[in-house]
């Protein structure tokens, strides 16, 4: 026997004991899988099957449209079928359904070429079109049903999609081919240890690689320090890097639900270090990764010790009692709240308001809707009893979920088929840099917020002992919403910003939740809409609303300036009261999700 023979069977032993032991792995793992007796899972699962009861009887109502959803299926699929028949005779023929232009899992050019993959690729699209059609056209269903069927049928269809499986996607077919089948062994390498790094029955695809980036090093960089620490926050104050700065330092508050560096990613696309450029001294919170120990803190915790107790330090750090303040998404919403609590307690500190991709009004919530009914909550209410925080990596799916095709199956293919590494991503670095939120802030802002709407009720909710009233808020506020915003819906964060009584301008930014927003100048992408007026209706809005070229960002500093002219010598972090007690990014933003569930 030659000695190549001899290596390539011994190579193929070695693989094929390497794939039983992985699978043996996964096995086990599956096997050993605890299901708490707080998982929310089984309850969200039924909430969803009453949706489905729902669309049942409105098919059993008018069974007339089900039908012809299903004649018309048949036909295009005999269609299919004699079209295919042709191709293989050798014959051009059109296709009968073609994939949507953003639809990139159809790329290869294979699934157009070869006819049996263009088969498959057509088939599948045919009936997935009949699945969501079916759902579309029944009538009777209520708005909040029919959202759940959408997503739930949405997931299904995305999860069946030939593209998943090994053997019909002729990408993975080379690969496997080429590799010798090395490339699944590596995926499934890779799946194990991301089932490792999940939390609870959900699995959190690696979408970066995670090594290529350390916070303070190669994210989140621009030059300052931590002047002010609480329980629940740090608080950075960034160099300046210009001789004279605007009298009225800037706070920034971002979002508790993900770390404050999306706004600090790298030089070229850094919010934070954009607004020092401009001459703005700017003080920015890092929230804490919470575990159980902070099982209580709750939105009024977040509130009192974070953007108030921020005041206080900013006075002592500068001097200065006026500041102008910034909320991105959930730190918009608290700084809404914090606004109307000052006002009440005539504390007039916070001059001006600017409020990014921001929910007030959660009468439309967007896609995560569908997680919010008094079922889902109260049973993820049970989970958090339980370990006092809710896992900041089942958000961070359940997010996912709701761009599926680009953030969960894309990756399910290239790291688990392909066998291939993520590449180094800062943006998705982020978005995998998770963070938990306490129990008791979390209940309170699903029902508060999301399920009962109160923050835009006049006297609706109470923090503090004070009722909170966004209608007596009278400073200048800006809003800037995106247009394709799928957490926080424009048309929704619009009704939000008629809640307050001072002049407020609107602005509608390109692309979505983080791209429209993170759109510096320089890059010249998306464009914005404005409009001095604020009619009642979004709709009306946008019907006079100027279409602009570059980004919002010039257009808010114009606002800013307007509202504040006045300029000082820059300041230096602990030149006056507040002395340094770390370099920033601070310690809070390096907390990981895995190192805080004993802390």
């Not at 014959?91 to 050019?109: G, V």
């Not at 750090?317 to 102008?324: F, P, Q, Y």
């Amino acid at each position: 026997m030659s000695q190549t023979v001899e290596n390539t069977i011994t190579d193929f032993f070695e693989m094929a004991s390497k794939a039983s032991d992985q699978a043996y792995r996964l096995w086990e793992k599956a096997a050993n899988q605890e299901t708490s007796n707080e998982d929310p899972s089984a309850s969200i699962m039924n909430d969803f099957g009453k949706a489905f009861e729902e669309l049942g009887e409105a098919f059993y109502r008018n069974p007339t449209k089900v039908v012809a959803d299903q004649v018309q299926l048949m036909q295009k699929q005999q269609a299919l079928f004699q079209s295919t028949a042709l191709k293989f005779l050798g014959k051009e023929t059109d296709a009968i359904i073609s994939p949507e232009k953003d639809d990139r899992r159809f790329k290869d050019t294979e699934w157009t070429e070869n006819a049996v993959f263009d088969y498959i690729k057509q088939l599948y699209l045919l009936q997935s079109k009949s699945l969501t059609d079916m759902v579309n056209d029944a009538d009777g269903l209520s708005e909040k049903s029919r959202q759940k069927v959408d997503y739930f049928m949405r997931q299904y269809v995305s999860a069946l999609s030939p593209t998943n499986f090994p053997g019909l996607n002729p990408e993975v077919i080379r690969k496997t081919l080429e590799t010798g089948g090395a490339n699944l062994l590596d995926g499934m390498e890779q799946l194990l240890s991301d089932l490792d790094a999940s939390q609870g029955g959900s699995l959190n695809v690696s979408m970066t690689d995670m090594s290529a980036f350390t916070v303070g090093r190669n994210v989140a960089t621009t030059e300052g320090k931590v002047v002010y620490q609480t329980d629940m926050m740090q608080l950075i104050q960034y160099s300046p890097t210009t001789d004279k700065v605007q009298k009225r330092p800037l706070l920034v508050v971002p979002p508790f639900i993900n770390k404050y560096y999306i706004l600090d990613l790298r030089e070229k696309n850094s919010y934070l270090k954009w607004l020092v450029d401009q001459g703005h001294t700017v003080f920015c919170i890092s929230w804490v990764n919470p575990g159980p120990g902070l099982r209580d803190k709750g939105f009024e915790d977040y509130m009192l010790e974070g953007p108030v107790a921020a005041l206080d330090a900013i006075e002592k750090a500068t001097g200065e009692k006026e500041v102008n303040a910034i909320g991105y998404c959930l730190g918009g919403t608290l700084l809404a709240t914090t606004l109307s609590y000052l006002q009440k307690k005539k504390d007039e500190r916070i001059k001006s308001a600017t409020f990014l991709a921001t929910l007030i009004d959660f009468k439309e919530p967007g896609e995560i809707g569908v997680f919010i009914n008094e079922t889902a909550i109260s049973a993820l209410e049970k989970q958090m009893n339980a370990t006092g925080y809710f896992d900041g990596r089942a958000m961070a799916f359940s997010f996912n979920t709701l761009r599926e095709k680009d953030l969960f199956w894309s990756f399910f293919i290239n790291n688990y088929l392909k066998g291939e590494r993520p590449t180094a991503f800062d943006l998705l670095f982020w978005n995998s840099d998770s963070t938990n939120l306490p129990a008791a802030m979390h209940s309170y802002y699903l029902r508060n917020m999301y399920l009962h709407n109160k923050l835009q009720e006049k006297d609706g909710l109470e923090l503090g002992g004070v009722k909170i009233d966004l209608s007596a808020v009278k400073i200048p506020t800006y809003f800037l919403s995106t247009a394709q915003d799928h957490i926080a819906m424009w048309k929704g964060t619009y009704k939000g910003a008629q809640n307050f009584s001072g002049k407020t301008r609107f602005v509608l930014g390109g692309s979505g939740h983080i791209a429209g927003v993170i759109n510096p100048p320089k890059a010249n992408k998306y464009g914005y809409w404005t409009n001095d007026a604020l009619p009642e209706s979004a709709d009306a809005w946008y019907q006079d609303a100027k279409q602009n070229d570059g980004s919002w960002w010039t257009d808010w500093q114009q606002w800013a300036l307007k509202e504040d002219k006045a300029q000082v010598a820059k300041r230096i972090p602990g030149d006056r009261q507040l002395k340094i007690i770390e370099d920033a990014p601070g310690s809070y933003v390096q907390a990981k999700v895995l190192n805080v569930a004993n802390t």
